[in-house]
């Protein structure tokens, strides 16, 4: 008997989704990151964060160097002149297989690896050409929610505002998780440049969670229920955000943006503020941003119809724990994978053993 579109399950017809990207790569990714994670959380707790960062992107680029792939970095540890590896516009792959972008951060969070502290993770995002934002290395306004949000809006007709009050945000976010304001749980970078917004938050009610470095991992949380983290708040890095957005396609949450110049988001003079203007606008422009004040949201920072996310811990986090060694080389990772166009979401929980005899596969 053949089936019909009904009885065809929810996976399969998930999977038929996915785009030729996705085919190719939704798995293949873990290796990257996987690959990254491992070699980082050899130096956790050194208080080394560059060893830390130097191995998480040796590694990942090794991995990609195997794949047959025609990439380009259009995010990752720099320009050429500052960084040997994974930097910005460099060619990965074996140039044999189909055109991606990718956007790499092979150590989010070096200070929290180095100082063995929560969040530290290895991410990449995988687009098709001008599928992932060009983000210039400069700070990002960020206000980022769940899908529940953006069901509330469509239904309603009331929306967050990256403008607007932490109050006035707030009172939707509660509204759409069928919430008291003082169930609510906000990350925010812990920079004194969000001291007005932490005691805002807090004067409507809200409960803040600050962290010390990395937004990125909070920032995806926020789209996924039962992390314990409602709502991302604040100034952090841009390149950091296009990531965040990438892995927003897939869980369906909302991210409101807008680019900020690093000495106004740190209220320096004016003559400071000129200054880095006349430093970075002629490469905003080369990358086409002309309109630095113009409101970017989730679809503007990552537009490919076919992207694809991967992380895997370094360090526990709130999606999952970090690496864990064993005897003889053995490591355990936690990974999540997800897809824009399909929207499969996995957690994978990978064991590493390269002699079974000497060490056994373990549950726990």
Not at 13 to 40: C, P, Q, S, Y
Not at 104 to 128: H, I, Q, R, Y
Not at 245 to 255: D, I, V, Y
Not at 330 to 359: C, H, N, P, Q
Request: include cysteine.
């Amino acid at each position: 008997m053949s089936a019909t579109t009904e009885s065809v399950g929810v996976p399969e017809r998930m999977i038929a989704r996915g785009g030729e990207i996705e085919k190719k790569l939704f798995l293949r990714i873990l290796k990257v990151t996987e690959a990254g994670a491992v070699a980082a959380a050899r130096w956790i707790g050194y208080g080394d964060r560059h060893a830390a960062d130097d191995a998480a992107v040796e590694a990942m680029r090794r991995v990609l160097a195997k794949f047959d792939i025609d990439g380009e970095i259009v995010i990752g540890e720099g320009e050429r002149d500052e960084a040997p590896m994974l930097y910005i516009g460099e060619k990965v792959g074996t140039g044999k297989g189909p055109k991606v972008a990718i956007a790499v951060d092979p150590l989010e969070g070096t200070n929290l690896a180095a100082e063995n502290k929560f969040g530290a993770a290895a991410v990449m995002a995988v687009s098709e050409p001008g599928g992932l934002l060009r983000a210039p290395d400069i700070y990002l306004n960020k206000l980022i929610v769940g899908p529940e949000v953006v069901r509330y809006e469509k239904k309603t007709g009331k929306h967050i505002d990256l403008d607007a009050s932490a109050e006035y945000n707030l009172k939707i976010v509660a509204e759409a998780l069928h919430r008291k304001i003082e169930d609510l749980i906000v990350v925010i970078l812990e920079r004194r440049r969000h001291n007005d917004l932490i005691k805002e938050v807090r004067d409507a009610g809200a409960k803040v969670r600050l962290v010390t470095d990395g937004d990125l991992m909070p920032g995806i949380a926020a789209g996924i229920r039962g992390t314990n983290v409602h709502v991302g708040m604040g100034i952090g890095a841009a390149p950091e955000g296009v990531l965040t957005a990438a892995a927003l396609r897939a869980t369906g949450g909302k991210m409101i943006s807008r680019f900020v110049l690093p000495a106004k988001a740190n209220q320096k003079s004016d003559s400071e503020i000129n200054e880095e203007c006349d430093k970075f606008m002629p490469r905003l422009r080369n990358m086409g941003i002309t309109d630095i004040d113009k409101l970017l949201y989730t679809e503007d920072l990552a537009p490919g119809k076919d992207v694809i996310f991967s992380a895997t811990g370094v360090t526990q986090s709130d999606l999952f724990d970090g690496v864990n060694f064993f005897e003889n080389d053995g490591a355990r990772v936690r990974s999540v994978v997800m897809s824009s166009g399909s929207g499969i979401v996995r957690f994978i929980d990978t064991i590493y053993v390269i002699d079974k005899e000497l060490t056994p596969v373990r549950l726990r």
